[in-house]
């Protein structure tokens, strides 16, 4: 099972950015999938998450401005990131739970990980 994450970057504040997770090895549509970003120095914190039915929660921090959603035909997680402060630099990463459920922002709920992508917003 892989859980490979792209599409960070550098970008000035105000701007947008989509973040792609791709999953192999399993699908999508029957798990707990979230977005979680760590900066230097801090915990790992959760982002946004979206259960099997598409239901979706959201960090206070990104409410409004952040959206997840996937594409069940191609097994694909998306993270949009709209408005972007430099308070939301950190390497973000996606998370798979084992299975479906309620879902949640804490790490203990997700199993499988990928090695996470870099944000940066400049000021």
């Known amino acids: 099972l892989q859980v490979v994450e792209s599409g960070g970057g550098s970008v000035q504040a105000g701007g947008s950015l989509r973040l792609t997770c791709a999953g192999s090895?399993?699908?999508?549509?029957?798990?707990?999938m979230s977005w979680f970003r760590q900066a230097p120095g801090e915990e790992r914190e959760g982002v946004a998450s979206?259960?099997?039915?598409?239901?979706?929660t959201y960090a206070d921090s990104v409410k409004g401005r952040f959206t997840i959603s996937k594409d069940k035909g191609k097994n694909t997680l998306y993270l949009q990131m709209n408005s972007l402060k430099p308070e939301d630099t950190a390497k973000y990463y996606c998370?798979?739970?084992?299975?479906?459920?309620?879902?949640?922002?804490?790490?203990?709920?997700?199993?499988?990980w990928g090695q996470g992508t870099q944000v940066t917003v400049s000021s």
């Open positions: 998370a798979a739970a084992q299975s479906a459920g309620s879902c949640s922002l804490l790490r203990g709920r997700y199993t499988y």
């Open positions: 090895g399993y699908t999508i549509n029957n798990r707990c």
């Open positions: 979206i259960d099997a039915d598409g239901t979706s």
